[in-house]
């Protein structure tokens, strides 16, 4: 997967990042938006570094808290080596937000007037090989008979264009609503954060790209979860939420 298209070098390295493939679970973690790294030949994208570490980058705390999850659980944990900003996995290559020009306050010098050349390009680079690599793993599970509950881990700033945010967790779904169903009522008898259903995202703001593509698609019950960021800035805080979003996924499965 080197070196596709041109957007990444041999330093680079592959754009998908695959822990315990073994994983004896059937929960099937998936971190799109796991890091703030961008790929060699594209420098800063003309940002700043505060711009960089910001959540337009990447989900800050998501896969800290996606791989205690797999640690917990034996379960595999798929996620993309590269900042939202050159490619967006959660979205088709369709989509503005792909390779979005703004994000929240910031213009991205580096995403101006893309032209279908370079889309192209990064589709063939980091969105194709991204998915392909679940889809294999998803192919590889079904042919040892092992089930699969597709899982996203997301993080969402408290504060989004100047207004604060209360609710803490979000369990989101699309059409296939068995998981989140279950989740949400166990998060209802044991209430350790403010939980809500398709908050602060839903389906109509396009985040369920991922679910649809692999889940939905295949027929495999899935969930998307958004832990807001500051919940999940330290080891205890991922340590908990973890431990908590392990408990709701464990006890939901089981009823």
Same mark, same amino acid.
């Given at each position: 997967?080197?070196?596709?298209?041109?957007?990444?070098?041999?330093?680079? #390295?592959?754009?998908?990042?695959?822990? &315990?493939?073994?994983? @004896?679970?059937?929960?099937? %973690? /998936?971190?799109?938006?796991? !890091? =703030?790294?961008?790929?060699?030949?594209?420098?800063?994208?003309?940002?700043?570094?505060?711009?960089?570490?910001?959540?337009?980058?990447?989900?800050? #705390?998501?896969?800290?808290?996606?791989? &205690?999850?797999?640690? @917990?659980?034996?379960?595999? %944990? /798929?996620?993309?080596?590269? !900042? =939202?900003?050159?490619?967006?996995?959660?979205?088709?290559?369709?989509?503005?937000?792909?390779?979005?020009?703004?994000?929240?306050?910031?213009?991205?010098?580096?995403?101006?007037?893309?032209?279908?050349?370079?889309?192209?390009?990064?589709?063939?680079?980091?969105?194709?090989?991204?998915?392909?690599?679940?889809?294999?793993?998803?192919?590889?599970?079904?042919?040892?008979?092992?089930?699969?509950?597709?899982?996203?881990?997301?993080?969402?700033?408290?504060?989004?264009?100047?207004?604060?945010?209360?609710?803490?967790?979000?369990?989101?779904?699309?059409?296939?609503?068995?998981?989140?169903?279950?989740?949400?009522?166990?998060?209802?008898?044991?209430?350790?954060?403010?939980?809500?259903?398709?908050?602060?995202?839903?389906?109509?703001?396009?985040?369920?790209?991922?679910?649809?593509?692999?889940?939905?698609?295949?027929?495999?019950?899935?969930?998307?979860?958004?832990?807001?960021?500051?919940?999940?800035?330290?080891?205890?805080?991922?340590?908990?939420?973890?431990?908590?979003?392990?408990?709701?996924?464990?006890?939901?499965?089981?009823?």
């Amino acid at each position: 997967m080197l070196a596709q298209q041109g957007i990444l070098t041999k330093a680079d #390295g592959d754009c998908v990042s695959v822990e &315990r493939p073994d994983g @004896s679970s059937a929960i099937l %973690l /998936v971190c799109e938006h796991a !890091s =703030r790294a961008l790929p060699e030949r594209f420098g800063d994208l003309g940002l700043s570094a505060e711009a960089l570490s910001s959540h337009i980058a990447w989900d800050p #705390g998501a896969l800290a808290v996606a791989r &205690r999850m797999s640690a @917990s659980l034996n379960a595999t %944990l /798929v996620s993309q080596r590269f !900042s =939202r900003l050159i490619y967006d996995c959660n979205r088709p290559p369709e989509s503005a937000g792909a390779m979005p020009e703004t994000s929240e306050i910031y213009t991205i010098p580096g995403n101006q007037h893309l032209d279908e050349a370079d889309r192209h390009a990064r589709t063939q680079g980091l969105y194709i090989p991204f998915h392909d690599g679940i889809r294999t793993l998803l192919k590889e599970r079904a042919e040892r008979g092992q089930k699969t509950v597709i899982v996203t881990i997301h993080s969402f700033t408290p504060i989004y264009n100047g207004n604060p945010r209360a609710v803490e967790l979000g369990i989101l779904h699309d059409e296939d609503r068995w998981l989140a169903d279950r989740m949400l009522d166990a998060a209802a008898e044991a209430p350790l954060y403010r939980t809500e259903r398709n908050q602060p995202y839903g389906p109509e703001d396009g985040v369920t790209h991922t679910l649809k593509l692999h889940g939905i698609a295949n027929s495999l019950h899935n969930v998307m979860i958004e832990v807001r960021n500051d919940l999940i800035h330290d080891d205890v805080g991922q340590g908990v939420v973890a431990d908590y979003l392990t408990g709701l996924l464990q006890s939901s499965l089981e009823a």
